[in-house]
């Protein structure tokens, strides 16, 4: 489809292991968002791109948490030596440009950690 | 701290009515404000938007109203209808599209 797309949408993980997360935006689009989603509340800001530019990652919980976006298309959002609060739904979210254009979503990639 | 509100957790409305959805914000720098529509186990969909120099935008039975005096906007649905019943998120743009996100509110439509 013409939308985003987000791999694996489920993905079980033992405390301690690294997990990698993929989006693939839609095509032509040059701004990149990750979001984190916690159950029961609103998508929090983790960080975003511009290309293949890494703009601000101010939202990242800590120094596990790292994205790139190599090629200014798809995206990966690895997560080393994984912990309990790191559970939750990360979406990834792509526009034309970055403000004053809504972000199109992809369903998102469910982490557990156990 | 939490710089955008959905301040009800949940609303439930009859098929035919309308839904009244509120949102507050704090931040008088963001600009921009978008509603997008949640169902389970998808991701966010993108309602309508409303840039701050607005009062009002229309999208058929979706209208957004924005109040900057008072940082308040709300979504209208009329009328609403079953596919209508999902989580509902406010959003604030302040800068290059960053948004903040309120809590979400989950409507019901009854038949």
């Known amino acids: 489809g013409a939308g985003v797309s987000q791999s694996p949408r489920y993905k079980v993980a033992k405390r301690g292991q690294d997990v990698a997360l993929r989006c693939d935006p839609i095509?032509?689009?040059?701004?990149l968002f990750w979001y984190q989603q916690a159950l029961g509340q609103g998508p929090e800001f983790l960080t975003y791109?511009?290309?293949?530019?890494?703009?601000?990652k101010s939202g990242l919980p800590s120094d596990r948490f790292f994205a790139e976006r190599p090629e200014g298309s798809v995206s990966t959002l690895k997560i080393q030596r994984t912990q309990q609060e790191d559970s939750a739904v990360y979406l990834c979210?792509?526009?034309?440009?970055?403000?004053?254009?809504?972000?199109?979503f992809g369903d998102g990639t469910r982490l557990s950690i156990l | 701290d939490q710089q955008v509100k959905q301040n009800s957790p949940s609303l439930s409305v009859q098929e035919g009515r309308i839904s009244i959805l509120n949102c507050d914000y704090t931040?008088?720098?963001?600009?921009?404000f978008l509603w997008y529509k949640k169902y389970p186990a998808e991701g966010p969909t993108f309602l309508i938007s409303?840039?701050?120099?607005?009062d009002k935008n229309e999208d058929g039975r979706f209208t957004v109203f924005l109040n900057k005096s008072a940082k308040h906007l709300s979504l209208h649905i009329v009328p609403s209808q079953p596919g209508d019943s999902a989580v509902y998120f406010c959003?604030?743009?302040?800068?290059?599209?960053?948004?903040?996100f309120g809590a979400g509110t989950q409507v019901v439509v009854t038949p």
């Open positions: 791109f511009q290309n293949e530019a890494q703009l601000d």
């Open positions: 979210a792509s526009s034309t440009t970055g403000g004053g254009q809504p972000q199109h």
């Open positions: 095509s032509g689009h040059v701004s």
């Open positions: 959003a604030a743009n302040g800068s290059w599209g960053k948004l903040q």
């Open positions: 409303i840039s701050s120099i607005k």
């Open positions: 931040n008088s720098m963001f600009d921009y």
